[in-house]
Nanobody
Framework: QVQLVESGGGTVQAGGSLRLSCAAS????????RAWFRQAPGKEREGVAV????????YYGDFVKGRFTISQDGAKNTMYLQMNSLKPEDTAMYYCAAAYCGGSALPRQVGTYNYWGQGTQVTVSS
């Protein structure tokens, strides 16, 4: 069973930066599709970024606009989300997710992912 543990959330002023981490464990071969989602109060969970670690492909939500970078450290089975130029509207609970996917897939739907972390809160003050 894949286990995902996020860390790195916190409170930061607008324009600041945070780096989220998601460590995977519990299996020999961790899922090759990894993603970050976020959910603000009263809103649906939305995709932030996706990485296909086998094909070295990435996808970002439109609202990211070059501010965030998703990456993977294969040796540590850890995924990262570097967030720069943070805005108050980035405030949300951030979740990492994982799935075994084929080829060059970059799944963006919540329902595609089988494994989820517990979430880490990001708060951006104005």
């Amino acid at each position: 069973q894949v286990q995902l543990v996020e860390s790195g959330g916190g409170t930061v002023q607008a324009g600041g930066s945070l780096r989220l981490s998601c460590a995977a464990s519990g299996v020999t071969y961790v899922p090759n599709c990894r993603a970050w989602f976020r959910q603000a109060p009263g809103k649906e969970r939305e995709g932030v970024a996706v990485i296909n670690t086998a094909e070295r492909l990435t996808y970002y939500g439109d609202f990211v606009k070059g501010r965030f970078t998703i990456s993977q450290d294969g040796a540590k089975n850890t995924m990262y989300l570097q967030m720069n130029s943070l805005k108050p509207e980035d405030t949300a609970m951030y979740y990492c997710a994982a799935a075994y996917c084929g080829g060059s897939a970059l799944p963006r739907q919540v329902g595609t992912y089988n494994y989820w972390g517990q979430g880490t809160q990001v708060t951006v003050s104005s």
